[in-house]
C-alpha cells in the first residue's frame, strides 16, 4: 500500500516504462499468438492491461479519459500500444490533480471487496506486472525480441558487452 503520491508515482512511472518497452515490441501479427485456443491471446491480454488501468481507477472516482471496456480486441498493436500511454499518463496525472496523501487512506468498494485507494493502486500495478508476465512468454513464442524489464534479456547481454548466463 502506497502512503504518499510520491511513493505511487515514482514505482508507477517505473513500472510504466517497462510495461511500455514490452508493448513496443508487438506487431499486429504477433497478436494472435496464443498457448491454446482456451486461453486469451497475446493481443487480448495486451489489450486488458491496457483498458484495466481505467477500469480499476474508476472504482475510486478518479476522473480521467481512458477506455471503459476491453473487448472487442483491436487489430493494431501500435493502436494498443498508444492507448496504453495514454491510459496510463491519465492515471498519473489524476492522482496528481485529484488525490492528496491522505486520500491513499480512505477506503471504497472494489469489486465486493474493501480496499483503500493507495491498496488499489499497488493492485493495480500488481495486475499490470502479472499480465505483462504472460506476454513476454507470448512474444517468445511468437519470435519476437523481448526487452528487459528487470534485468536484461538474453538479447541485451551481448549490448552490454557481457555474455548472457548460460541455459
Known amino acids: 500500500m502506497f502512503q504518499t503520491l510520491d511513493g505511487f508515482l515514482k514505482l508507477w512511472n517505473y513500472e510504466v516504462h517497462t ?8 506487431t499486429d501479427e504477433s497478436l494472435s499468438q496464443e498457448v491454446t485456443a482456451q486461453n486469451w491471446t497475446l493481443g487480448r491480454i495486451a489489450w486488458h492491461t491496457a483498458t484495466a488501468i481505467g477500469v480499476m481507477a474508476s472504482q475510486t472516482g478518479l476522473a480521467f479519459e481512458a477506455p471503459a471496456k476491453d473487448y472487442p480486441v483491436p ?3 501500435k493502436f494498443i500500444s498508444d492507448i496504453y500511454q495514454k491510459a496510463s499518463s491519465a492515471l498519473a496525472h489524476a492522482v ?5 496523501d491522505k486520500t491513499l487512506s480512505e477506503e ?3 469489486f465486493g471487496q474493501r480496499m483503500s485507494n493507495g491498496q ?4 493495480i500495478i500488481q495486475h499490470q506486472i502479472h499480465h505483462r508476465g504472460q506476454m513476454t512468454i ?3 513464442q511468437a519470435g519476437l525480441t523481448v526487452p528487459g524489464v528487470y534485468g536484461p534479456a538474453k538479447e541485451e547481454w551481448a549490448m552490454m558487452g557481457m555474455e548472457a548466463p548460460q541455459m
Open 138 to 140: 507470448l512474444m517468445r
Open 96 to 100: 496528481k490533480e485529484q488525490w492528496t
Open 108 to 110: 471504497k468498494d472494489f
Open 75 to 77: 487489430q493494431s498493436a
Open 120 to 123: 488499489l493502486l499497488f493492485f
Open 19 to 26: 510495461t511500455q518497452k514490452v508493448l513496443d515490441q508487438l
